[in-house]
């Protein structure tokens, strides 16, 4: 008893209990600054996916403060207990640490990384010119910057000191406690559960604050038949992100001529009224396809020959198939029948009457044309195949199904199996252009197809297709197979080496 009551036991006690307010204090400062890093990423799209991220928040960020406590100032309060002492090392700790993670989140919110020794070259190839343009001035403005949050954290540290006789009668310790263990509870087995079943609103936050480490039982429940791990790495494999960020377009820059005599004429149908024929030299082909979930989608895929899952991060760019003619001299006319929403493609189009006096002039040029039965009926009345080269196709009449859609040509194609997606690099090649179509597109020419298989999306499904067999892999990495013509579904064997190429080649602009 009288032990107990020693001055060292009694100032230790008040330094722990101190420590423990200063450490809490120090919890809610860090949760604002870490808002930084759920701010800077797209909030999950599900009930599920939001209440991960809560508590994944609150759990880990408090677990790495205390654990800093724990590790550094704990061990001084033992080794050291001299009140000023402590007060003094602890607020330069946190100021230190806090100052920190405030680094580590701006430099997430900017590259997407954490200070780690991946990218410690990254680091020092950013902040060395900065740095050494520094003058005095800057360093004495950082330097004043930090003086200040140091200066926060001792009125912080003192504040709590002389109230500690106070704060020592407050029982907050065990619910704030609950707390927090039941949000580290409840994080780690929401990511437990969402790793075994590959559920993407919290597996995509995996690496969102740093140091973060989830914890993951496929071993222990593969053990106990509560999982099957081959098909979990099968449809880990399949996994496709369809949050595309930060994308190269194109991936390569492209070289190549450009033949300034062509003339070619591409035309995509927007309603569903069935073309006449019959008097032309239009050859048909069969296997084609339009993938995008809507028009819009489509005209986008037609003319930058990517898939709609690149539509937002491209509204500020000019398709490669309309740019590079105009730019090495072949006049380009665009002409679409239904709003186009791309900024800049908006700005490129011209109303029906130049676009068809352009189309059917005996002149080079290069153009596009989204537009109903009757103006391609009257275009080709007008003896528009005559001097041009034609391909006309048409948008999908029902977009709750995959069908094939009509592609006709006034020229021979090898084309087996296709989607709008190969336009661009048709038209290019078709107009004298070399250069690799797979730096500025999915698709491929329909001169000659490189690949028997074809990739695309649908809303937020990737579709895969070779031979007779449609593959749909859905957002969770589970898949189905149909048949191509019929639509039924098939108990084939999954190609998974075909369908990890086509998700690789669909991701190659990232």
């Known amino acids: 008893m009288i032990l107990s009551e020693t001055p060292r036991r009694i100032l230790l006690t008040k330094l722990v209990t101190w420590g423990h307010w200063f450490t809490l204090s120090n919890i809610l400062v860090a949760l604002v600054i870490a808002g930084i890093y759920v701010f800077a990423s797209p909030l999950p799209d599900s009930l599920l996916g939001i209440t991960f991220l809560l508590v994944n928040w609150i759990s880990h960020i408090g677990f790495l403060t205390f654990f800093a406590f724990v590790i550094l100032v704990l061990p001084l309060i033992y080794a050291f207990p001299k009140s000023r002492f402590i007060r003094g090392a602890a607020s330069t700790i946190a100021a230190l640490g ?99 079943n590959l559920y993407q609103p919290i597996v995509k936050q995996d690496n ?28 880990k494999a399949l996994l496709f992100d369809r949050n595309v960020k930060g994308i190269k377009y194109p991936s390569n820059p492209v070289y190549c001529s450009i033949n300034k005599n062509e003339q070619f004429v591409l035309l995509i149908q927007t309603d569903a009224t069935e073309l006449d024929l019959s008097n032309t030299n239009l050859s048909q082909y ?57 900024s800049i493609l908006s700005g490129l189009s011209t109303d029906y009457d130049a676009f068809e006096q352009a189309t059917l002039s005996d002149k080079p040029k290069l153009a596009v044309g989204f537009v109903t039965h009757q103006q391609i009926q009257s275009l080709l009345n007008s003896e528009l195949l005559d001097n041009n080269h034609v391909v006309i196709s048409s948008f999908a009449a029902n977009r709750e199904t995959i069908e094939q859609v009509p592609l006709y040509a006034n020229f ?16 290019l090649e078709r107009l004298g252009c070399d250069a690799l179509s797979d730096d500025y597109s999915i698709g491929q020419s329909l001169h000659n197809p490189r690949r028997n298989w074809l990739v695309g999306t649908k809303g937020s499904k990737v579709i895969v297709m070779q031979n007779g067999n449609r593959i749909e892999v859905l957002s969770n990495g589970s898949y189905k197979i149909y048949d191509r013509k019929t639509g039924e579904e098939t108990v084939e064997t999954l190609n998974t080496g075909l369908l990890s190429q086509a998700i690789k080649h669909l991701m190659h602009f990232y």
């Open 286 to 342: 069969q296997g084609h396809y339009d993938l995008s979930s809507n028009d819009h989608s489509s005209q986008f895929s037609s003319l930058f020959g990517l898939p709609e899952i690149y539509l937002s991060d491209l509204n500020n760019k000019t398709p490669l198939m309309l740019e590079l003619p105009q730019k090495l001299g072949l006049p380009v006319y665009l002409y679409s029948q239904i709003p186009l929403e791309h």
């Open 98 to 196: 806090l100052a920190l993670l405030a680094f580590d989140a701006l430099l997430y919110t900017k590259y997407g990384l954490h200070i780690n020794l991946g990218s410690a070259d990254l680091i020092k190839s950013e902040t060395q010119p900065v740095i050494n343009a520094f003058g005095w001035q800057q360093w004495g403005f950082l330097l004043l910057l930090f003086v200040v949050w140091l200066s926060f954290q001792l009125i912080l540290a003192n504040a709590l000191w002389k109230r500690i006789e106070r704060l020592q009668r407050i029982r907050l310790g065990m619910p704030i406690s609950a707390l927090f263990v039941a949000c580290f509870v409840c994080s780690h087995a929401l990511h437990i559960w969402a790793d075994a």
């Open 208 to 235: 969102l604050f740093p140091l973060s480490y989830p914890a993951t039982a496929k071993a222990l429940m593969s053990k106990y038949g509560l999982l099957d791990i081959e098909n979990y790495k099968q449809r």
């Open 412 to 427: 021979d194609l090898k084309q087996n199996l296709s989607t709008h997606l190969d336009f661009p690099a048709t038209v």
